[in-house]
């Protein structure tokens, strides 16, 4: 047990963690272009939030949370998703006094008691982000481009929007209203879930994955034929923006969000594998009553999120896989324990001067320390022995064409720093 993580979790090891940076550098750089700003909340909060934004009958809340009561005998979670948190941090910091809308992005761990299986873990990671405090239908459309172009420029092709609307509280009670009269009439058509979920929360049989509810809900009644003219507006004008940028969209009836606070617009980015495989790769919509919900000011909202485990399977699948494990420049190879001193010296000289440099500290024969100089494909080493100690110089060997110069210890820095700009300069042309 010691020395085994639990089930279900998983470490991110040197050699894997290089894609991590480079997605979250991608991540960070496209939420900076849309003037996002980071907000960073913690892992846990109060199990009532959760059970107030994620909704009592979800699978998360009821199957899949991690809580306990701590020390003060409160009612803890660890975060199973990231909007909660969001939101009672604008409202807990009176974020709304500020400019709207507050345009926020998140990256982090989540957590929820699920079943493993590739890509997926007990702990994970997902990226998100909330607009709150506009509910004008361009912001909509800026959340739907925002998540498509962050997924184009990862270099993922195939890439389609579905498109919904949940309609609003005026025009969902009718709505809900004609869909519990149409499954009631198909119940024996019903697995045993949806029968249940038909009194609770009509509107989750709609992405039931059972074949026989799926055919039932490929001809339900749809939001769109009970959506009020407001939201019927709404829908039209996200549409019209997302035309003028050429974003193509499918619209999908069956896309919906059993809760009330989700209003309007529903979407997913959806990629189709070269096995065919459809899979949504981000999911958000429209929440305008989450705020008041969490106890806040009636306060619209509109956000997404996405998992990065599975983004990063997906772009590895497809030849896309970001980052590279980074080398130092330079390797010193001392001889002796005086001339590991020197180096020791040079190595906080040339990092001085922002050159990344690596030392043999395990006082290696030539031959081994020339070795390790390979395998992390450093631009130059440095050989200090007795000769060179002695001499005042150091035998300074570029790898690229095994060329080996005595540069004088006084000049070294400015002599690397040179080489290494000149390396760099190769490299980029
Ligand atoms: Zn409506
Ligand atoms: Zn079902």
């Not at 199957?63 to 604008?90: N, Q």
């Amino acid at each position: 047990m010691l020395t085994t993580r639990p089930r279900g979790i998983n470490d991110i090891l040197p050699g894997d963690v290089e894609g991590w940076q480079a997605l979250e550098a991608h991540i960070r750089h496209l939420f900076s272009l849309y003037h996002y700003e980071e907000i960073r909340t913690p892992i846990f909060e109060h199990t009532e939030l959760f059970l107030r934004s994620v909704g009592e009958t979800s699978d998360i809340v009821e199957k899949e949370m991690y809580s306990f009561e701590d020390k003060g005998l409160r009612h803890i979670t660890l975060r199973p998703e990231g909007t909660a948190g969001v939101v009672r941090a604008y409202i807990e910091n009176k974020l709304f006094a500020g400019p709207a809308p507050q345009k926020l992005y998140y990256i982090g761990p989540m957590f929820r008691y699920d079943q493993p299986q590739a890509g997926r873990y007990r702990q994970f990671h997902q990226f998100g982000c909330e607009v709150l405090g506009s509910d004008a239908p361009v912001v909509d459309a800026e959340v739907i481009t925002f998540a498509v172009d962050l997924f184009s420029r990862l270099g993922l092709q195939d890439l389609k929007v579905s498109l919904n609307t949940v309609g609003c509280p005026d025009c969902r009670p009718a709505y809900e209203k004609a869909l519990v009269d149409y499954f009631a009439g198909h119940e024996e058509d019903l697995c045993d879930t949806c029968k249940d979920r038909l009194h609770r929360n009509p509107l989750r049989i709609l992405d039931c994955k059972e074949e026989g509810c799926k055919a039932l809900a490929a001809q339900a009644p749809t939001t769109l034929d009970y959506a009020c003219d407001h939201c019927k507006d709404h829908f039209a004008a996200v549409r019209g923006y997302l035309d003028e940028v050429g974003i193509a969209y499918e619209l999908d009836s069956t896309l919906v969000r059993g809760l009330d606070y989700y209003t309007q617009t529903a979407f997913e980015v959806i990629m189709t594998q070269k096995s065919g495989a459809q899979n949504a790769i981000c999911g958000g919509g429209r929440y305008n009553k989450l705020v008041y919900n969490c106890g806040g000011q009636d306060t619209p909202g509109v956000g997404f999120a996405a998992g990065m485990e599975r983004l990063l399977l997906i772009l590895e699948s497809q030849g896309l896989a970001i980052g590279q494990r980074r080398t130092p420049a330079v390797y010193l190879a001392p001889m002796d324990a005086e001339a590991s001193k020197m180096a020791f010296a040079l190595a906080k000289a040339l990092r001085a001067k922002d050159i990344a440099v690596e030392m043999d500290s395990m006082g290696k024969s030539l031959k081994a320390q020339m070795k390790n100089a390979d395998r992390l494909q450093v631009a130059y080493t440095v050989l200090i022995g007795e000769n060179e100690r002695l001499g005042g110089f150091a035998t300074v060997r570029q790898m690229a064409t095994g060329e080996q110069t005595e540069i004088d210890l006084d000049k070294l820095v400015t002599y690397l720093e040179k080489g290494i700009k000149h390396v760099a300069t190769k490299k980029n042309t």
